[in-house]
């Protein structure tokens, strides 16, 4: 483990001993910057937990999506999570490969479907009967057999925020516990699917084992079910939602959790079968950081405003699930420390990063917001017309820009005006 990717000398905040002060003045703020060690020792924690063991990892693309990151993890050898074509052209082009790759998501299109049959990729997570047919009938007019895996609902509470808990009967995701032996009879029958495997996905920002446990467990229920069916199971995947300390949570460590969830399976007599993990936030949340300067220090009688140039389209988690981000002074001032509620330029009283902290900065200052490296960038948008922020990577002290500040320009580039 090399020391910690975010470190203070002499006061001021570094990435891997870069000063992120000089990355702010290099490339412009709001800036999302990556620690290469960091990515790497959390997908390393994964990977020395599975070793000796039949296990893969698939990392969850939609939890950070740029391309110099996840060139970082195929580098590594890792497989990959994807719900889009979209981010399977991302895959491809950061050098991971297709057939190391499934495909989860309860929307795919016919058109979607062929893409990813047409590059080979691993796996279908499939999460209904219509899709089924659906990916049955791509397949037939493709001439080929698709691997499928049923997404299950273990209907297991997850103990998080109810917008990113999956696994329970409400919500939209997998087929019903209780009638999956059924759709894996039904998915065996069909002539061009291949079933291989069985998945779920609890929710995410999970912070204990135990809700993990009840899924496999009923997951290897269910396996034995349909084993007994005549249908083989090749892999068990747990999908992905382990926790990360945003504040003060403390989610087990990665490699404890991976070894609960194998020791599990092994003492339910199904050690010979492969495991999949599909982890997102806990390899990328806690690698990246967003800098953001104080335009405005806007005292007021109930609350001190400090306005920040970063705002809800740059970073959406506080905005949309009353998220937590610690946030420190990059440099550290003389000034007293007051309470701020931490807001950005954008015209939505919802438009706040943090509220009530204590922060001694002055107009003009940085502020680090921390474990913004997932569901960061990749969710920002270009509401008020504001460009997305750069993305820089650090790796032991060279910074490169792995992704550019886009332009106004762009921002309206596929627009057009009617000729009269
Ligand atoms: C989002 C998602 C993941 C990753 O979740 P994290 O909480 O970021 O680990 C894994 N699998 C599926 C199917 C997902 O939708």
């Given amino acids: 483990m090399t020391q910690s990717a ?74 990959f999570d994807i719900v889009s074509s979209g981010e399977l052209a991302r895959v491809l082009a950061a050098g991971g490969k297709a057939e190391n790759t499934v495909f989860s998501g309860v929307g795919k299109t016919a058109a979607e479907m062929r893409e990813a049959l047409d590059a080979g990729v691993k796996c279908f997570n499939v999460e209904s009967i219509p899709e089924l047919h659906a990916l049955n009938e791509v397949a037939r007019a493709a001439g080929k057999q698709a691997p499928v895996s049923l997404r299950v609902n273990p209907d297991v509470d997850a103990k998080t925020h109810p917008y990113i808990s999956t696994g329970l009967k409400s919500n939209k995701f997998g087929v019903a516990f209780a009638d999956a032996r059924a759709t894996y009879a039904q998915a065996a029958a069909m002539s061009n699917l291949d079933v291989i495997g069985i998945d779920c ?10 809700p993990y446990l009840d899924a496999v467990d009923k997951l290897l229920d269910l396996v034995e079910q349909i084993e007994a069916d005549g249908t083989n199971i090749h892999h068990v995947d747990v999908g992905g939602g382990l926790g990360i300390t945003y504040d003060d949570e403390t989610p087990p460590a990665i490699g404890e959790f991976v070894r609960a969830v194998l020791a599990h399976i092994d003492e339910r007599g199904h050690g010979h079968r492969e495991v999949y993990f599909e982890p997102g936030r806990s390899l990328v949340g806690n690698a990246g950081v967003l800098l953001t300067r104080v335009e405005y220090l806007k005292p007021g009688e109930e609350k001190n405003f400090a306005i920040v140039d970063a705002g809800m389209n740059d970073l959406a988690r506080p905005a949309m699930y009353q998220a937590f981000h610690r946030m420190e002074a990059v ?90």
């Avoid at 996905?201 to 135990?210: A, M």
């Avoid at 790796?395 to 500040?405: G, K, L, P």
Wanted: glycine share 8%.
């Fill in 6 to 79: 975010f470190s203070r000398a002499d006061g001021a905040l570094q990435v891997e001993g870069v000063s992120a002060a000089s990355l702010a003045d290099q490339f412009g703020t709001p800036l999302y910057v990556y620690s290469r060690s960091a990515l790497t020792d959390a997908y390393k924690a994964y990977a020395d937990a599975c070793s000796g063991r039949r296990a893969t990892i698939h990392v969850a693309v939609k939890a950070n999506s740029n391309l110099a990151v996840l060139n970082v993890f195929a580098r590594l050898g890792a497989g």
């Fill in 201 to 210: 996905h609890i929710g995410s920002q999970i912070t204990e084992v135990s």
């Fill in 331 to 420: 440099e550290k001032r003389a000034t007293k420390a007051q309470l701020y509620d931490v807001v950005g330029p954008v015209c939505e009283s919802g438009d706040w990063l943090g509220k009530d902290r204590e922060l001694a900065i002055e107009q003009g200052d940085l502020i680090a917001i921390f474990s913004a490296g997932a569901y960061g960038f990749v969710m920002s948008s270009n509401y008020n017309t504001r460009p997305r922020a750069a993305e820089v990577m650090v790796d032991r002290e060279r910074a490169r820009r792995v992704r550019e500040r886009e332009e106004v320009k762009q921002l309206f580039a596929g627009e057009s005006i009617f000729p009269d």
